[in-house]
């Protein structure tokens, strides 16, 4: 039995993981992903709580998280395409129009 | 969860207005394939919006609070209240934007169902006590909100400001979301009132990690109502956004933000007031900082005024640390009268958009009172009103926030507040200067139509008529949050 | 209720609907609203005034603006006897110089604009004698002083308007600082600003002190003397008198109103208010009387050589202010009030009645191109003589009877008081004899204007002479509610019901010192009187001769004493140069320029520095937010 202190760690180091890959990462995707990142990490350690405290909640909420990620990927992917249209580079260093 | 509490029709009354407000949305999306009209269709978005205030005040005068789906959704005076500034803030929104967006070449019917479904996401974060519901409100607004903001697809400026915005806003959630996940992991709920009582019997108030699960939530939140350095994404998105959009999202995720802000800081971690109240006081004072002095500096009027609503951000969160239902009314009160004289102010900058005319920049301002007396005077008054001038609104607001702080024992926060209002005077004051004391550089049009000045014209009447008559206001405000939840 | 609220509303109405509709729609019909309007309010103030004559004190609570915790600030109307003849003076003057200015204003421009601020003005004035808290009357205080600078500034477009109305702004401004000072202190030691709550726990505060630099004042002098700095601005003494002379650039019906009978006295009804606080310092009424006494005897002098039919009368406002408040400061506030109240009749007449001459003329104000106007103007002349007579001080007329009650208590009060009667007695035969040059320059001797003016020459219609013939009625009789005891038992009416708010004066003296100090005034005034008809009726050469043998005397009171000179060169010069950018905005309508560009530069400089933070980059966004969480982390769990 994998103890309930590992899968926090994993859910933090991801986290953390994902916090870094935002601010480091100059592709827009990537940055996407590190958001996607830090979600799943969430995922983790409510699943891991919700097993410990035998309670359902946690799971519940995973699922909500799982179901408005996939529509905020739907969107955050369409605002994406917008921007490109415009703007073909999805270099993040280069978005500073709005600045001051 | 506990679903044997059972579900029957008559146990979904508190969320009426939610629900009409989200047939509503669906019907402005059906309506717009079918009807050429833009107007049909925000108009059908007001008609809606007034049957969901109807429902609210028909639910107003509840002394208990209702709660429905297990105590997860809680209908009392102080969602209700919020719900008030909700509305007021979509229907003014909707009056000014219906020319803009024309103007604009943006005029989508989808954009008023959006309106509307982040108007139902705030209601939502308002009525959430428990974690869970507040997490869909707070996606509902902020994933419409991401939208709008990029309402004006071929303008790049637009474009940047909805991907600011989304990344900015996603990033904030995952930290909310693991505010939460902690904050199960160590009370064992999400409901908010349970996690009060958990905290107490588990005596974990002053557990380290509990805390850290309450700082990631107070980033999130501080996120939402733009509290340095959560701000930075305020001024870009609010200048590139479409305008009728920043004076949207300037007042209602704001609102929405605080709502849910108070709501857990005082109904789930009441005992921990100490510890939020020190990481709220820097907060505030920063906030307050950065709003006041660099809107100095700003020639953009749309900017100027994102800072001056971070600095708004910093005024209002003084009720929040003041730790009492006094305290939180103030907080509301500043909030009703701010979303006023703030979608005012942005009404004025919207008319001056025209065809081939920005109408953003300070210098635009100068000389209007000469062409245009009537629109000059109104921004006047919402300038004034912002400052804090009496007998305008924004004196009531800063007035009852301030009191409520010195009571609270704060007098050094009050004393930094009218400081760095004083300074603010200086950028308010600034475009009053410029409209009467410039000689206009070139002939400016306004965009006007009857909505518009619908709205104008409620926002100035209320600005005033709630600086003479605060009591108005404040009744209502004082009978919304007596005890508090 | 109702009727009293009402009073100031009326006038209140008739300015927002001016306002609103009178450029597009009303234009030369405002006075139809305003008219009627401050025509209402006075005979509302009538019946407030019988109630309060037949015993009846209104103190109300109309409304509660602001209730937090013990601090309240309502608006509130106390209508006592001192409010009731106050309410009088105003609404009776404001209705007879609204009627005026229809015919005065007939054809201007801004005609609707001038009523609507001419409302706006009454309804301020109304609510600074109505008030029952210091907040209410400070709004008052404020708002008439406004009022005042847009009436000074009507003809904007004429640069010495605009600059006198700023001129006004900015002396005034040094007054009301300390005022709202006074009105802060009063706060912060009686924890109330309601005159009845103040007035009550005036007693208990005597005695306290207040450490100011290290060193200890005596609470209620600092509270009265802070007071009454407003007062010596907006009452025009010394050395804040300088910008009502420059004042007399707005329209005559101004300057009859605002600047002669009603605003610049609100400095004598507010120090009279706060008696109860007055009456707690001998230091403070000392300075009150001195400060008076010399004002009266120092304007009058100018008065005697000026040319500007305004301008006597002016600087003759600014000595007759001074008699008032030489009465207060004595301790004679009865006197004082009767004083501003009969004043106000003959000095709005005067007023009037050189506008008239001044309409006549097509706006010459110099008296030395006037005369003999009397054969072409005969009402304007007789007006003219009965009002000079009242201020003369002739036994009969308005004037005598309260100057001279004035003049006897200060002769009463001693010591210092006797040293300011004498300034005051001779102060009275200046005024006889300024008043009298000016009567004889205007409307004895030949016509000495162009013969293009003298064909025009007629007398007034009657829309302006009417209200003259009513003022005169009150310049020569408002002073019948004030005979001394001494020529009738019970006849000082005004005294006696006066007494309840602002008590009897103290002293006694014999019958036949009061005989003796009224025979020297009359004796002065009939001095004044005749030396002026010596000089400028027997013996025309004469004044140019005193002039040439008194040079330098001459052209010291020709010049005012050089007190704006003074100011120019030792205040305005200095700072101008020292800070032009901020000062200057004061005199060319860049005063909030000024502080917005100039005084946030430092911040500004911050500003821009902080700006770039902002670098638009969604990592460096995402940074800031982690590095504050960060640091709130670091700081709660980690360092704790």
């Known amino acids: 039995m994998v103890p309930l202190s590992w899968y926090i760690i994993l859910s933090a180091v991801v986290f953390s993981i994902g916090v870094v890959g935002f601010f480091t990462r100059r592709n827009l995707i990537m940055i996407f992903m590190s958001i996607e990142l830090m979600l799943n990490s969430v995922n983790i350690s409510l699943v891991a709580y919700s097993h410990y405290l035998q309670s359902m909640r946690g799971q519940v909420l995973v699922f909500f998280v799982i179901a408005v990620a996939a529509a905020e990927a739907a969107i955050g992917l369409a605002i994406i395409i917008a921007y490109y249209r415009n703007n073909p580079t999805i270099k993040v260093d280069e978005i500073n129009l709005l600045k001051g | 969860m506990d679903m044997s509490s059972g579900f029957s029709l008559l146990s979904i009354r508190p969320i009426v207005p939610e629900l009409t407000m989200i047939c509503t949305a669906l019907i402005l999306l059906l309506l717009d394939l079918i009807v050429k009209k833009k107007e049909v269709v925000a108009v059908v978005g007001i008609a809606g919006t007034l049957v969901a205030l109807y429902g609210t005040l028909r639910l107003y005068g509840f002394s208990e609070p209702l709660t429905v789906f297990s105590d997860m959704f809680v209908l009392d005076g102080y969602s209700n209240f919020f719900r008030l500034i909700f509305y007021l803030n979509v229907i003014l929104t909707i009056c000014i934007s219906l020319r803009y967006m024309v103007i604009e070449k943006a005029s989508f019917g989808e954009y008023y169902a959006l309106l509307i479904f982040a108007t139902t996401g705030m209601m939502i974060m308002a009525s959430a006590s428990d974690l869970i519901v507040l997490y869909l409100g707070l996606e509902l607004m902020a994933l419409s909100t991401y939208i709008l903001a990029g309402m004006m697809r071929k303008q790049p400026r637009s474009n940047e400001a909805a991907l600011k915005y989304f990344f900015l806003g996603a990033f904030s959630s995952a930290f909310f979301l693991y505010g939460i996940s902690l904050t199960y992991g160590l009370t064992g709920t999400t409901n908010l009132k349970d996690i009060a009582a958990s905290l107490q019997t588990l005596n974990i108030t002053g557990n380290p990690m509990v805390l850290l699960g309450l700082i990631f939530m107070i980033v999130a939140f501080g996120f939402k109502i733009a509290l340095a350095p959560f701000h930075m994404w305020a001024p870009d998105v609010y200048e590139g956004a479409p305008t009728s959009v920043t004076a949207f999202m300037s007042v209602g995720p704001k609102a929405a933000g605080f709502a849910v802000l108070g709501r857990v800081l005082f109904s789930a971690f009441g005992a921990m007031q100490i510890q939020w109240d020190s990481i709220l006081i820097p907060l505030a004072v920063i906030t307050m900082a950065t709003g006041s002095i660099i809107a100095l500096a700003q020639t953009n009027i749309k900017r100027m005024l994102a800072y001056s609503s971070i600095a708004h951000a910093g005024y209002m969160l003084l009720g929040i640390i003041a730790g009492t239902p006094g305290g939180l009314a103030s907080t509301a009160n500043y909030l009703m009268i701010y979303a006023i004289m703030n979608i005012g102010a942005f009404a004025v900058v919207i008319m001056l958009r025209r065809e081939g005319f920005q109408g953003e920049n300070l210098d635009d301002y100068m000389g209007l009172a000469k062409s245009h007396p009537v629109a000059s005077a109104l921004m006047l008054v919402f300038m004034f009103a912002l400052t804090g001038i009496p007998p305008t609104a924004g004196f009531i607001g800063k007035f009852y926030v301030f009191m409520e702080v010195i009571d609270a024992g704060y007098t050094y926060l009050a004393v930094i507040a009218v400081v760095f209002s004083v300074i603010s005077a200086f950028f308010y004051l600034r475009v009053v200067m410029y409209m009467y004391m410039r000689d206009p550089r070139e002939e400016v049009a306004l965009a006007t139509s009857p909505s518009m000045n619908f709205a104008l014209a409620v926002t100035a009447v209320m600005i005033l008529v709630i600086g003479v008559f605060p009591s108005v206001l404040l009744d209502l405000v004082k009978f919304s949050i007596p005890g508090l939840l | 209720m109702v009727k009293y609220i009402l009073i100031p509303l009326l006038p209140f109405i008739a300015f927002v609907i001016n306002i609103l509709f009178g450029r597009n729609h009303i234009k030369d019909k405002a006075h139809w609203i305003a008219v009627p309007a401050v025509f209402a309010s006075f ?598």
């Not at chain 3, 005979?43 to 209104?58: E, H, P, T, Y």
């Not at chain 3, 003397?225 to 008198?241: E, I, M």
């Not at chain 3, 009359?522 to 025309?540: D, F, Q, V």
């Not at chain 3, 909030?592 to 902080?610: D, K, Q, T, Y």
């Open chain 3, 43 to 640: 005979i509302l103030a009538v019946s407030a005034f019988m109630d309060v004559l037949g015993g009846k004190v209104i103190n109300i609570n109309i409304y509660s603006w602001i209730v937090s915790g013990d601090f309240n600030v309502s608006i509130g109307f106390l209508i006592d006897q001192l409010t009731a003849v106050m309410l009088m003076v105003v609404t009776s003057i404001s209705t007879l110089i609204f009627i005026y200015s229809i015919g005065y204003m007939h054809g201007d421009g801004g005609y609707y604009r001038f009523f609507a601020y001419l409302s706006l003005f009454v309804f301020s004035m109304l609510i600074l004698v109505m008030a029952n808290n210091f907040l209410l009357l400070y709004f008052g205080w404020e708002a008439v002083g406004l009022c005042s600078y847009f009436l000074i500034g009507f003809w904007f477009h004429k640069k010495s308007a605009a600059d006198a109305g700023k001129k006004a702004f900015i002396v005034n401004r040094f007054g009301d600082f300390g005022f709202g000072l006074g009105v802060i202190l009063i706060f912060l030691t009686f924890g109330s600003l309601e005159y009845v709550k103040v007035f009550e726990n005036a007693g208990s505060v005597a005695g306290q002190t207040i450490s100011i630099l290290g060193y200890q004042f005596d609470t209620i002098t600092v509270i009265c003397l802070l007071l009454f700095c407003g007062a010596v601005g907006k009452s025009a003494q010394l050395p804040l008198h300088v910008w009502l002379p420059d004042a007399m650039e707005g329209p005559t019906p101004v300057s009859a109103l605002i600047h002669a009978a009603t605003m610049v006295t609100a400095g004598v009804f507010m120090v009279a208010r706060s008696s109860p606080l007055f009456n707690l310092s001998a230091s403070a009424m000392a300075t009150v009387a001195v400060v008076g006494g010399v004002t009266a005897i120092f304007a009058a002098t100018i008065a005697l050589v000026q040319n500007d039919i305004k301008r006597v009368i002016a600087y003759s406002t600014v000595s007759q202010l001074g008699y008032m408040f030489l009465a207060l400061g004595v301790g004679a506030y009865t006197a004082g009030i009767f004083h501003l109240y009969t004043h106000a009749y003959f000095k709005a007449l005067l007023f009037l009645a050189s506008g008239s001459v001044i309409h006549a003329l097509h706006d010459e104000q110099n008296m030395q191109k006037m005369g003999g106007l009397k054969k072409y103007m005969p009402i304007t002349y007789w007006v003219f003589i009965l009002a000079s007579l009242s201020i003369s001080g002739i036994p009969g007329f308005a004037g005598f009877f309260s100057k001279d009650e004035i003049l006897w208590r200060a002769y009463l009060s001693g010591g210092l008081g006797r040293f300011l009667w004498f300034l005051a007695a001779a102060a009275a035969l200046l005024t006889a004899f300024y008043s009298f040059r000016l009567i004889y320059l205007t409307f004895h001797g030949k016509f000495r204007g162009t013969p293009e003016q003298e064909r025009h020459l007629h007398e007034s219609p009657p829309v302006i002479t009417v209200p003259l013939m009513i003022l005169a009625v009150g310049a020569v009789a408002a002073g019948w509610v004030g005979i001394p005891p001494i020529f009738l038992e019970h006849a000082d009416r005004i005294g006696e019901f006066l007494a309840p708010v602002l008590g009897h004066p103290a002293g006694e003296g014999s019958h036949a010192e009061e005989l003796a100090v009224m025979g020297i005034s009359i004796i002065a005034g009939l001095a004044g009187i005749l030396i002026a008809y010596i000089m400028y009726i027997r013996k025309t050469d004469l004044p140019g001769k005193l002039g040439a043998m008194f040079q330098p005397v001459y052209r010291l009171l020709y010049n005012k004493y050089w007190v704006d000179e003074l100011y120019g060169k030792t205040i305005v010069q200095p700072t101008l140069k020292a800070s032009d950018r901020i000062i200057l905005g004061f005199f060319d309508a860049k005063i909030i320029e000024g502080i917005v560009n100039g005084v946030p530069a430092l911040i500004g400089a911050f500003s821009r520095r902080f700006r770039t933070i902002q670098t638009g980059l969604l990592s460096s966004y995402g940074l800031a937010m982690v590095l504050g969480a960060m640091f709130i982390i670091g700081f709660w769990i980690f360092l704790r």
